[in-house]
């Protein structure tokens, strides 16, 4: 799960639904016997924030604390973020991506890296009503 930490979505409390989405992502990895990681992307240059890879029901403690303790802000851009995560990401599985995906960067070539390192991409978009 990989979760844009980006100073615009503070606006409108994206980021917080942004870290719910992410929890319920993660119950349902962990519970299902996946290994399971977050990235939370912040700042253009600095390594996203990680946690994982878990396994298991236990790890869900660890995922929700560093949920719970993530703030947002910063100036990445998302298609930057995604290639921060594929310099540290190992492994093949489902990429979900969580950002409002305002950005003027190549959203596609981000989602093609994606798939073309074995993972499956899923995007999610989040809005605020403002």
Known sequence: ?????????????????????????CVVGLYG???????????H??????????????????ALGFLENLSGGGD???DVAVDEVL??????????VLSEFLTVGDLQRSLNRLHAAGLEPHAVQILSPE
Request: hydrophobic content about 45%.
């Open 1 to 25: 799960v990989l979760i844009d930490g980006s100073s615009s979505m503070l606006f409108g409390d994206k980021f917080l639904l942004a870290k719910r989405l992410a929890a319920a992502f």
């Open 33 to 43: 016997g996946e290994r399971t990681s977050v990235y939370a992307c912040h700042a």
């Open 45 to 62: 240059g600095k390594a996203p924030e990680l946690v994982g890879p878990m396994l298991g029901r236990p790890a869900l403690r660890r």
């Open 76 to 78: 990445s851009m998302i």
């Open 87 to 96: 310099n540290r990401h190992k492994g093949r599985g489902i990429a979900i």
